[in-house]
């Protein structure tokens, strides 16, 4: 074979001196070079050679003008700041406040606890401030950060940027004390997304308290234009039960690593129910996901859909290689990924840690609605009549449900008593066991009634109000129990008269109704 390529070689070359073939190879290798820059129309796979600089050609402080005004460098997630149109390099300026107060932790079961977070200056009506603000510039620009500890908080604190080079990553310039303000300067190198974090003191007490966010840095090839751009972070809380509603900090778990809660954007429900992100069939969604700590990996992934495309680590240089068709990415903690998904049906995409009892247990759970037309070439589902291999749990009915409950047209005649319960039982998780998944499926009440539900299956449910059709559930807002496990209860009384169909938002095939009357 070498003898053949060498004579391939003679063949081809033999006319040319050596230094026309070395001016030839180089004029070929440049061409090469040149193709793979692109202007963000197509995903750049180039592979660098090892030697390669990455960082870009910084243009004089003197020369540097402040970003345009009418440029939006801030925004609370999961909304993302557009990326700036301008193609040089100036100065971004951000001021935020740091804040400290008792928020919503577990807002379905009224849980509430100490939180310490960031906001824009100024923002008296943000209250809570985690996750802090999603930041973005370009690479190239200058990034002054003035913060701001307000005078009424207690500790002292800082902010150590991930996307900065110097000392600390900021934190030892922005160190300040109730009533201080401090400005740093910094060049970003590096296009991504970046955690910012406070790294004062006790770092790892300041950041499970939720003292941290986002920022977003441009590659100065821009990313591939999409109809979406999510921000979202994953955190750990660290604290016991709630006592009158409200859960502190436990240090012994943090030190187990063992959070009670991990959540996205800082609450259980940031991403879920009314908060659930939406999409139309047809469209390109990106998510910048930051996992802030302190502890666990995520395991980010979505059910019902792909990550179409993945920047690994979150680093969007043209010359890294992207990801296509992947299930889950790995994001480590302090690190970050950025993902695409393609509204391919009609469907609830569910985001979650597939670490899942992080999900099922401890509130890890976002959504992106898809809405548009179906497409059966591509996914349809068909009924079942016989159970897949799980077998309904006949719970023993109780006297109430016994007198009441039991009709021959599997109506339920209106209720006397005030209070009804209806059971979730074993296997209702099971597509295959729809037609049992609530025990009674339909319930007529009398106005004023307060209905109950069990939870006696292995797998968490929600009772949320609102329209299934088996594959995707609407909800209407009137009521929603959030995530509950076995052994867990949810009650909600039924003040008006009218029909209620509600369903599981994890398993939208269980669904059944109330129906209340006068």
């Known amino acids: 074979?070498?003898?053949?390529?060498?004579?391939?070689?003679?063949?081809?070359?033999?006319?040319?001196?050596?230094?026309?073939?070395?001016?030839?190879?180089?004029?070929?290798?440049?061409?090469?070079?040149?193709?793979?820059?692109?202007?963000?129309?197509?995903?750049?796979?180039?592979?660098?050679?090892?030697?390669?600089?990455?960082?870009?050609?910084?243009?004089?402080l003197e020369s540097l003008d402040e970003a345009p005004k009418d440029e939006v460098n801030v925004s609370y997630a999961p909304e993302v700041p557009k990326r700036a149109k301008r193609e040089y390099?100036?100065?971004?300026?951000?001021?935020?406040?740091?804040?400290?107060?008792?928020?919503?932790?577990?807002p379905k079961k009224n849980v509430d606890t100490l939180m310490w977070g960031f906001r824009v200056s100024g923002d008296d009506e943000i209250t809570c401030g985690s996750p802090g603000p999603v930041l973005r510039g370009r690479v190239g620009d200058m990034f002054r950060f003035t913060l701001t500890n307000l005078a009424s908080n207690e500790h002292p604190h800082n902010i150590d940027f991930h996307a900065v080079t110097g000392q600390g990553g900021g934190a030892e310039g922005t160190t300040v004390a109730p009533g201080e303000t401090a400005t740093i300067d910094s060049r970003l190198l590096y296009p991504g997304a970046f955690m910012y974090h406070c790294a004062f003191g006790d770092v790892p007490?300041?950041?499970?308290?939720?003292?941290?966010?986002?920022?977003?840095?441009?590659?100065?090839?821009?990313?591939?234009?999409?109809?979406?751009?999510?921000a979202i972070m994953q955190s750990e809380w660290y604290v016991g039960d709630a006592v009158d509603g409200v859960a502190?900090?436990?240090?012994?778990?943090?030190?187990?690593?063992?959070?009670?809660?991990?959540?996205?954007?800082?609450?259980?429900?940031?991403?879920?129910?009314?908060?659930?992100?939406k999409m139309k069939v047809g469209q390109r969604s990106r998510i910048y996901m930051v996992n802030e700590g302190l502890n666990l990996t995520s395991n980010f992934h979505a059910i019902g859909s792909h990550w179409d495309v993945v920047y690994p680590e979150a680093a969007t240089h043209p010359i890294n290689k992207v990801i296509r068709g992947s299930q889950s990415t790995s994001v480590v903690a302090g690190g970050g990924t950025v993902t695409e998904v393609l509204g391919v049906v009609p469907t609830t995409i569910i985001?979650?840690?597939?670490?899942?009892?992080?999900?099922?247990?401890?509130?890890a759970l976002g959504q992106i609605e898809v809405t548009g037309k179906a497409n059966k070439s591509i996914f349809s589902q068909n009924k079942k009549s016989k159970s897949g291999g799980h077998v309904m749990e006949e719970m023993p009915a109780s006297k109430e449900t016994t007198t009441t409950m039991k009709m021959p047209d599997s109506k339920e005649a209106p209720q006397e008593k005030s209070s009804v319960k209806v059971t979730i039982p074993s296997g209702a998780f099971d597509p295959a066991n729809a037609s049992k998944a609530y025990s009674p499926l339909k319930l007529e009440v009398k106005v004023g009634t307060t209905v109950t539900w069990t939870n006696k299956d292995s797998m968490p449910h929600t009772v949320t109000s609102g329209v299934s059709d088996g594959s995707l559930g609407k909800p209407d807002n009137i009521f929603d129990s959030g995530?509950?496990?076995?052994?867990?209860t949810f009650s909600y009384t039924f003040d008006e008269v009218g029909e209620f169909p509600y369903f599981c938002i994890p398993h939208p095939w269980m669904k059944a109704s109330v129906t209340v009357v006068a």
């Open 205 to 230: 007490e300041h950041i499970a308290k939720g003292m941290y966010g986002m920022i977003i840095v441009d590659p100065e090839v821009p990313l591939p234009k999409v109809d979406h751009e999510w």
């Open 1 to 60: 074979m070498q003898n053949i390529n060498n004579r391939l070689l003679k063949k081809s070359f033999g006319k040319f001196s050596l230094l026309q073939i070395v001016l030839l190879i180089m004029m070929v290798s440049f061409t090469l070079v040149s193709c793979n820059s692109n202007d963000g129309a197509e995903y750049n796979n180039g592979r660098p050679s090892s030697t390669e600089d990455i960082l870009p050609e910084l243009d004089s």
């Open 351 to 363: 985001l979650v840690d597939h670490a899942l009892s992080r999900t099922f247990y401890k509130g």
């Open 483 to 488: 995530n509950f496990a076995k052994g867990e």
């Open 89 to 106: 390099q100036a100065i971004i300026e951000v001021k935020l406040d740091v804040i400290e107060g008792v928020c919503p932790l577990d």
């Open 248 to 277: 502190t900090f436990d240090r012994d778990a943090l030190k187990r690593e063992e959070p009670k809660y991990v959540t996205f954007n800082g609450r259980t429900d940031a991403l879920s129910g009314d908060n659930a992100l």
